[in-house]
T-cell receptor
């Protein structure tokens, strides 16, 4: 297994457009997390899935953000009507047990 | 509330030891972690410590945990230029079965040749 993968690695979009990111976790990991990292900061938790169920969402996840994990494998994070403040690195992590999360390389979003 | 704090910068000479410090607030954290992030890259897990331990050594890395003071440190022995990166400490916070991580702001380590 090659670890957690994310696609695309970079995305540049214009304000107001919708974007969707994909995360493929390590196979057999039933827990999947999304984090956001802005410049000069540590990652901040956005949301968590156990299998296909979204069990927790951060207050950071406004109604323009939606995440899915339809079959309990890969996950998508969609941002609608992007704003400049959405520019950040979006990180995905997966774990098999309650801890030890393995992170993907991230998707860097730039909103012009 | 949940908060993890780190100093922002550390500069050391090649071959010296580096000590990166971190304080956290959630006393119920089960595990505490150290991650390394190189420019443009994701997070690489370096090491972690279980909350009932006070020290863990892994090759050049030594983690010390003072649970009473909620203080965590990472010592890198014989620091090399390849160790230059941003180091994040993170606590694992459990709420309703979600083990989300709370990260510090990161310490940028610069190793001078």
């Amino acid at each position: 297994d090659t670890g957690v993968s994310q696609d695309p690695r970079h995305k540049i979009t214009k304000r107001g457009q919708n974007v969707t990111f994909r995360c493929d976790p390590i196979s057999e990991h039933n827990r999947l997390y999304w984090y956001r990292q802005t410049l000069g900061q540590g990652p901040e938790f956005l949301t968590y899935f156990q299998n296909e169920a979204q069990l927790e969402k951060s207050r950071l996840l406004s109604d323009r953000f939606s995440a899915e994990r339809p079959k309990g494998s890969f996950s998508t994070l969609e941002i609608q009507r992007t704003e400049q403040g959405d520019s950040a690195m979006y990180l995905c992590a997966s774990s098999a047990l309650a801890d030890e999360q393995f992170f993907g390389p991230g998707t860097r979003l730039t909103v012009l | 509330g949940e908060d993890v704090e780190q100093s922002l910068f550390l500069s050391v000479r090649e071959g010296d030891s580096s000590v990166i410090n971190c304080t956290y607030t959630d006393s119920s954290s089960t595990y505490l972690y150290w991650y390394k992030q190189e420019p443009g890259a994701g997070l690489q897990l370096l090491t972690y410590i279980f909350s009932n331990m006070d020290m863990k050594q892994d090759q050049r890395l030594t983690v010390l945990l003072n649970k009473k003071d909620k203080h965590l440190s990472l010592r890198i022995a014989d620091t090399q230029t390849g160790d230059s990166a941003i180091y994040f400490c993170a606590e694992s916070v459990s709420a309703s079965g979600t083990y989300k991580y709370i990260f510090g702001t990161g310490t940028r380590l610069k190793v001078l040749a």
